[in-house]
């Protein structure tokens, strides 16, 4: 009888496949073990362009480029080139770039913003360097728009829209309505206005209603869906003139607010300001009687003429007055940001000073003059105020001559730009949101009354008005110790009135 074996079999050697896997492990912890040693070779890239294919505003000032890996800053700072040229600043936030305009991109312009040859930050000189992949994006500044009342023929009245940039016209409003003031919204594509039917126009009656009117334009902002525009010329009514008439008003920076200035059909002693929302019923806001009235740019606020000065209040229905400025009984304009306003002073002596007034409690009087301060507008940089302003012509009757002026903020020197024909204070000035150009028109009034009474359109002063022509002033870009240059006005090929810039 045989003895039993006790001992256990021995375990055979893995089997092929077994043997493949443990070699490739090994050949896989051998190329990690050398990339570790050796550094990652592969280039480093931008992932993200934020203005990439998109259409900016005034309102853009900064893009950012985001990296793959964090970069050697010097060497994009070195290799970074916009084409055509844009001055601006540049900070750094971990891998992402942020490159800060320092004054708005002129509009109707195509950019391209090219990178090559930046490396990043952890590659050892002296090694073979990846440098970044080439790198080429894209985009542009909105079209120069502008918006402006028509004042012959089939015209008369309307509004129009004409772009400057593709030197296409389109009016947007029907023949039955005399549009008597208008303000765009932000992104440009509606604009309300203030209108009258033709035939109540013509009979004298005051019958404003507001209404809003589609551009037909659409600009692709960065940060924002893209759509599609809606069709020019689509009206809408947004307040009507049942119970109150309406007289001035003004569309806040943001679009969702309107201040209107109505009175009481019935009652004249209701007079007072109302405030509109989007898509809410118009509500009185608790304020005294006063005169003009402007929204601050955060939308939050209105300063208006209240008594013998400046009241500002909040955008709330009966909510008490946040601040009142003694000193000032009139404010023209504010700057982008808020910090500072153009507000005018009547002195005692029958003059007028302009003053700058900022956020920080500053009040610097910038301009005096024995005639009128019409209008005031910042330069985009705030490095300048445009003002409209007249002269008081010798003789023994009271006459006027305008002009307009650039006031070095920071010498308070004033530089004459153009001088206008005399007796011309119906001159409605607009700045252009890159700051590049003034539009401005010239009214000639109806020589016989018997043309006056088939003119829808009077002057301030309850002149008809026969035509009226529009000019374009260029304007060089401000430098912090020089006014702009003095340009010359060309002749614009449209009669109308009121021009003003889209945003």
């Known amino acids: 009888m045989q003895k039993a074996n006790s001992t256990a079999p021995l375990k055979p050697f893995p089997q092929p496949l077994d043997r493949v896997a443990i070699v490739l492990m090994l050949v896989l912890a051998v190329l990690i073990g050398l990339l570790l040693w050796s550094g990652d070779r592969s280039a480093p890239k931008i992932r993200e362009f934020n203005w990439q294919n998109k259409q900016i505003g005034a309102e853009d000032t900064a893009f950012i480029l985001t990296f793959s890996r ?76 502008f918006a402006y009342i028509g004042v012959e023929g089939e015209e008369e009245g309307r509004l129009i829209l004409y772009n400057l940039s593709q030197q296409q016209k389109r009016v947007l409003t029907s023949k039955n309505l005399v549009v008597m003031d208008f303000k765009a919204y932000p992104e440009g594509d509606r604009i309300l206005f203030a209108a009258t039917e033709r035939q109540a126009n013509r009979q004298g009656t005051l019958d404003q209603k507001l209404y809003t009117v589609t551009t037909g334009m659409h600009f692709a902002s960065p940060g924002k869906p893209s759509r599609e525009p809606a069709k020019a010329g689509q009206l809408q009514l947004v307040l009507d003139s049942k119970e109150y008439q309406n007289l001035k008003f003004d569309l806040s920076p943001d679009g969702q607010s309107i201040v209107i200035q109505r009175v009481n059909q019935r009652n004249p002693g209701d007079f007072g300001l109302w405030l509109l929302k989007e898509g809410a019923a118009p509500q009185p806001l608790k304020t005294q009687p006063g005169g003009d009235f402007l929204i601050t740019p955060d939308s939050s606020a209105l300063a208006f003429a209240q008594g013998q000065g400046l009241a500002i209040l909040p955008l709330q229905p009966q909510a008490d007055p946040l601040d009142f400025l003694p000193k000032f009984g009139m404010v023209l304009s504010f700057t982008q940001d808020g910090s500072a306003a153009a507000m005018v002073k009547f002195n005692t002596n029958y003059t007028k000073s302009l003053f700058l007034v900022t956020n920080q409690g500053i009040q610097k009087e910038v301009l005096k003059t024995e005639g009128s301060i019409l209008s005031a507008q910042f330069d985009p940089t705030k490095q300048v105020l445009y003002s409209l302003i007249t002269e008081l012509i010798p003789g023994n ?50 020589a016989k009354e018997t043309n006056a009474e088939t003119n829808s359109l009077r002057t301030d002063d309850g002149k008809a008005i026969a035509t009226s022509r529009l000019w374009l002033l260029p304007v060089t870009p401000p430098s912090p110790t020089e006014a702009p240059a003095q340009m010359q006005p060309e002749q614009l090929p449209l009669a109308g009135l009121h021009p003003r810039w889209l945003p």
Do not use: C, H
């Not at 153009?418 to 007796?423: A, N």
């Open 397 to 446: 009757e009271y006459r006027e001559r305008p002009f307009l002026v650039a006031i070095n903020l920071k010498t308070a020197e004033a530089k004459p730009l153009l001088r206008l024909p005399d007796d011309q204070r119906d001159i409605q000035m607009n700045l252009s949101p890159d700051g590049l150009g003034f539009l401005f028109d010239q009214t000639i009034a109806a």
């Open 70 to 145: 964090p970069m050697e800053q010097a060497s994009v700072e070195k290799n970074l080139k916009l084409e055509p040229p844009l001055p601006g600043k540049i900070s750094w936030a971990g891998r992402r770039m942020a490159y800060t305009l320092t004054m708005p991109a002129p509009y109707g312009t195509k950019y391209q913003v090219q990178l090559q040859d930046a490396q990043d930050r952890f590659t050892a000189e002296g090694t073979n360097r990846a440098s970044i992949q080439p790198f080429l994006g894209q985009f542009r500044t909105r079209d120069r728009a």
